[in-house]
C-alpha cells in the first residue's frame, strides 16, 4: 500500500476502538450513483462486474469481484480481490491517498473515503462513510493558487501542464456524483485544448515524468516505459490530490496564455 497524505487538513484520532462499538455504530455505508448500501459488522460487501454492488455488468475490462470490504481486527478494510487493476482509496479534502494493488488492503480509518478504479477507459467512484472512524479531520482553510502556480511536494505545474490534466479530468470533475466517468483519449484531449497530438503527447509525457519522479505510481511501466493506463492512473491522483478540482473547469475556456 503505498500513501500520500494530503497538507490541507489535520487527521487526529478519534480514540475508537471498533471492537467495543455495537453492530449499529460499526455499520459501513457504500455510495454509488445515488444508491446506499448499509453493511453490518460480520458481513462482507464485494464490488465488480459481478457482486452486492454491480457497478457496469457490460465492461469485460472489469473484474467480476475488484474489491471486498469486510471488518476484521476492530476495523473496516478495503482490499483488492482483483488481479490486474488497483485502486486508489482517498480522503475528504485529500487528507489521505493510497494506492491498494491486487492483493492489498487499507483500514478504514476515516470517515468519508471515496474508492476510485479504472477499467478500460471507464473511471468510477465509490464512496464509504464509516459511522465509527478511528480518525476525525480537522479542515484548515484552503488557499486558493492561481493556474500555474500548482505545487505537489516537488512537483510544480507549468499553466499548460495543469491544462492537459484538466483537459483529461474533465469527465471526472463534470460527474456531479454519477460516480461513472470516461476518461478522454489523447486525441480527444488535444483537440479539446486546441493542440497538435504531437504537442498533447509530448507534454504528457513530461507530466507523467515529473509525477513519477516525486514517488506517484502507476506511472511508468517497466524497464524506464511508459505505463499503457497511465492517463488514467494520473487523473485518479490528480482528482484524489485534488489538484484538480470542478472550479478549475472554467480554465479550460480561456484563452491560453500566449495565444
Not at 476502538?17 to 462482507?44: H, K, Q, W
Not at 478511528?134 to 500548482?150: C, I, M, Y
Request: hydrophobic share 35%; glycine share 12%.
Amino acid at each position: 500500500m503505498t500513501g500520500h497524505g494530503g497538507a490541507d487538513d489535520d487527521v487526529t484520532s478519534n480514540d475508537v476502538d471498533g471492537d467495543d462499538v455495537g453492530p449499529g455504530g460499526a455499520r459501513l455505508t457504500v455510495e454509488f450513483c445515488g444508491e446506499e448500501y448499509d453493511v453490518a459488522v460480520g458481513e462482507s460487501f464485494t464490488i465488480g462486474r459481478e457482486g452486492d454492488l454491480v457497478v457496469d455488468e457490460d465492461n469485460p475490462y472489469l473484474h467480476r469481484q475488484l474489491v471486498d470490504l469486510r471488518h476484521e481486527g476492530g476495523f473496516w478494510w478495503i482490499t483488492n480481490v482483483g488481479t490486474r487493476l488497483s485502486l486508489t482509496v482517498t480522503g475528504e479534502a485529500g487528507t489521505l491517498q493510497s494506492v491498494v494493488g491486487p492483493g492489498s488492503q487499507v483500514p478504514v480509518v476515516l470517515p468519508d473515503l471515496a474508492v476510485l478504479f479504472t477499467a478500460g477507459e471507464t473511471t468510477y467512484e465509490v464512496n464509504v462513510h464509516s459511522a465509527a472512524p478511528t480518525f476525525v479531520v480537522s479542515p484548515h482553510q484552503e488557499l486558493d493558487q492561481p493556474p500555474g502556480d500548482h505545487t505537489l511536494g516537488a512537483v510544480e505545474l507549468t499553466p499548460t501542464q495543469f491544462r492537459l490534466i484538466l483537459a483529461l479530468a474533465e469527465g471526472s470533475l463534470r460527474r456531479a456524483g454519477t460516480g461513472i466517468s470516461e476518461l478522454p483519449s489523447n486525441a480527444k484531449a488535444a483537440e479539446r485544448l486546441g493542440w497538435p497530438i504531437t504537442t498533447f503527447n509530448r507534454k504528457l509525457d513530461n507530466v507523467c515524468d515529473k509525477f513519477s519522479a516525486a514517488g506517484v505510481k502507476g506511472l511508468r511501466g517497466g524497464a524506464g516505459k511508459l505505463a499503457t493506463n497511465r492517463r488514467a492512473r494520473l487523473v485518479e491522483y490528480a482528482v484524489a490530490a485534488r489538484i484538480v478540482r470542478p472550479e478549475h473547469l472554467q480554465i479550460l475556456d480561456e484563452p491560453e496564455a500566449g495565444s
